[in-house]
């Protein structure tokens, strides 16, 4: 209708003007003009009320559309702006749109339905009041109430865009927050599920994760009260320090009555009946004092002192169980102490004529099987051989060759008198008639006699670094010749091709002979290996920071165990064994290579000389391994009890206690005499 009006309007002044071309072109060019503003304004005002319809975020119109508005009003007169004003204002009254007119279509007219239910369909339930304010603003705008008016017209329509973009916002908000609540729904269907994989028999008992749960006799009460005099004790300190003396005394009250219950109880059917009241009484003050003391940095400050002092009272019980048990290796036990004693009496009573053992004529005799043992230990020696002649096919070609000292001679002669092995041949001899044996021949009884090692063996006060840490290595042991007479078969038995050598803390198992016919492939030594462990090699023995050693030795070759050992005397006359001994002890004179002791110079000794067995021959551990395999003791030929729990103390290990006691004669009138008892 627009363009009607100005088609008509422009032939009007034609008829009017028709003798003036210049006329024609300037109303044609005013008429473009004013079509053109007038698209503009519309499109200006439409683009305005379509983002407040439309719930834009867009506070004022296209900056390309004010650059426009802007060129226009200085490109023409004040006149001509109010007429395209007049012009823009005639749209109300059902003009086309801009958008209505680019696309051809004249006949369609704004709706302002069409307006509000788009606004119906964009608002959510929470804008409904908004929308409707935006309604009636609308309708006022298509009655020409607000267009008198720029500043009725641009408030209303500002605060309603701000809300709808505020809205705008709540809706983002409440979308990440709720994307935020899906995340966490689903963290917590996954904990859910991760915890289905927990045992659901553990569930509701004192606390799942401690190991102990997995017995039903987990004697719960005991570990919960330790716990409530942990915090109890954690409490009392905080007690003092935030200046609670009235807490802190109830604290102790209930502490005290905690321990007494508790006292040295291990197991719930140790505690007395009054022990749930004690429970009970020590929670309600926990509670309390949970409420008025708790500070989580304090209380983990307090945990972190305890566990730490407790830590330390560990490691000071640990040196002193260490000591002790050192110490109980050194003794001798009462009983023990007893039977040697009346044996020596005995034996000194008898004449001598009746002090000799028979068959001497097989103890040089090299078609044999002979045994070599040194100890000063009357009942273990007798062990070794019991077990062995019990176990023997042949016993009657076993031969025995004890050495034992001054001290234990008559007891060990006495003994093996009243108790012979059967058809073997046993004899007895005495360390200190070797007159070979001497200081002048042997490097140790040498270094014993030298001041230093008088003070590091007997020296009352031993605070140096060097004495703390060695202890194990002043066993009495290692002052005696018989620990180091190893290294001397061959002078010893000068008539014997090999020997098996037996320590006194072994029980044999099976018959023996079979080592005598494995070959030892011109090696001097037949013994077990004992590397399958990393400590058991050379380096854990060994000094290798010296060059000495370093230079002569690989640290990680296997170590081997004394205690079951195969000598071929012959090979070890040829290569000087007892040369090569003597070279190394006069080298660690100072004790730089090694400590003291027979294994690590046994290792120099006979590095390269030394011929694998068969593991099965010789089982080790039962004096210091409690997971010692069960079957391998049962398939060994040997087994040992090296370390220090030895089946003769009373600190061995029950479980393999009876491998041992099997060949003790507890119905024997000189153990039951010395009370001894298995």
């Avoid at 030394?610 to 409690?626: D, F, I, Q």
Wanted: charged content about 25%; proline content about 4%; overall charge positive.
């Amino acid at each position: 209708m627009a363009l009607k009006r100005g088609l008509s309007s422009v032939g009007v002044q034609r008829k009017m003007s028709s003798g003036s071309r210049l006329r024609i072109v300037i109303i044609l060019l005013f008429s473009v003009l004013t079509l053109l503003v007038f698209f503009v304004g519309q499109g200006l005002y439409i683009s305005d009320r379509d983002s407040v319809q439309n719930g834009f975020s867009k506070q004022n119109v296209d900056w390309r559309e004010r650059l426009a508005s802007q060129y226009i009003k200085n490109l023409f007169t004040k006149e001509v702006i109010d007429v395209v004003t007049t012009s823009a204002t005639a749209t109300e009254s059902g003009l086309p749109s801009l958008d209505s007119f680019r696309n051809g279509n004249l006949s369609s007219s704004w709706k302002v339905a069409g307006v509000e239910a788009s606004i119906e369909d964009k608002a959510t339930s929470q804008s409904n009041q908004k929308a409707t304010d935006l309604k009636q603003v609308m309708s006022q705008v298509k009655e020409g109430k607000l267009l008198d008016d720029d500043h009725s017209h641009n408030k209303p329509t500002n605060t309603l865009r701000r809300q709808l973009r505020d809205d705008k916002r709540g809706k983002h908000v409440a979308g990440l927050v709720r994307q935020d609540n899906e995340a966490t729904v689903k963290l917590e269907n996954a904990a859910i599920e991760r915890s289905k994989a927990v045992d659901s028999a553990v569930l509701g008992k004192y606390n799942i994760w401690r190991r102990e749960v997995d017995n039903e006799n987990s004697d719960s009460t005991v570990r919960l009260m330790s716990d409530q005099i942990i915090m109890a004790k954690v409490f009392i300190s905080i007690a003092s320090l935030k200046k609670k003396p009235d807490l802190r005394k109830e604290l102790q009250v209930r502490l005290k009555e905690c321990q007494r219950a508790l006292g040295e109880s291990t197991t719930d059917a140790d505690l007395p009946r009054s022990a749930s009241e004690k429970i009970q009484a020590m929670g309600k003050v926990l509670a309390k004092a949970r409420g008025q003391l708790y500070d989580c940095k304090l209380v983990t400050g307090k945990l972190r002192a305890m566990l730490q002092t407790s830590e330390e009272q560990v490691r000071r019980l640990k040196r002193q169980s260490m000591f002790l048990s050192q110490l109980a290796a050194k003794t001798i036990p009462n009983a023990i102490h007893c039977l040697s004693i009346r044996l020596t009496i005995e034996y000194y009573l008898l004449p001598p004529a009746k002090r000799k053992f028979p068959r001497s004529e097989n103890l040089e005799n090299p078609n044999l099987y002979h045994y070599a043992l040194f100890s000063d230990n009357v009942l273990a020696a007798s062990v070794v051989v019991n077990s062995t002649i019990k176990n023997a096919k042949h016993p009657s070609k076993h031969v025995f060759h004890l050495v034992t000292d001054k001290l234990n001679f008559g007891a060990m002669n006495m003994w093996f008198l009243l108790n012979p092995p059967g058809k073997a041949t046993i004899n007895v001899e005495n360390v200190d008639e070797f007159k070979w044996l001497n200081s002048s021949y042997c490097p140790v009884l040498r270094q014993l006699e030298t001041a230093a090692m008088k003070e590091y063996y007997f020296k009352a006060d031993h605070t140096t670094s060097s004495g703390s840490s060695n202890l194990k290595y002043r066993n009495p042991k290692y002052l005696s010749m018989l620990n180091h007479l190893r290294f001397y078969l061959p002078q010893v038995y000068p008539k014997l091709d090999k020997i098996l050598f037996l320590d006194d803390d072994i029980v044999v198992q099976k018959d023996l002979t079979g080592l005598w016919s494995v070959d030892l492939h011109g090696k001097v030594n037949g013994a077990v290996e004992t590397c399958g462990e990393s400590f058991h090699r050379f380096d854990k023995y060994l000094n290798f920071s010296n060059p000495h050693i370093s230079q002569n030795f690989n640290p990680n070759a296997c170590g081997w165990a004394y205690g079951m050992n195969m000598f071929d005397l012959k090979v070890w006359r040829k290569k000087d064994i007892t040369g090569i001994y003597h070279k190394w002890q006069n080298m660690n004179e100072d004790r730089t290579f090694w400590k003291l002791g027979t294994l690590p110079p046994g290792l120099i000794t006979f590095y390269g000389l030394t011929h694998p067995l068969r593991k099965s021959w010789h089982v080790l551990g039962l004096g210091y391994n409690p997971n010692v395999n069960m079957k391998d003791i049962a398939r060994a030929a040997v087994i040992h009890y090296n370390g220090n729990m030895k089946p003769w103390l009373e600190l061995a290990m029950t479980k393999y206690r009876s491998y041992w006691t099997k060949y003790v004669k507890y119905d024997h009138p000189y153990l039951l005499n010395c009370n001894f008892s298995e």
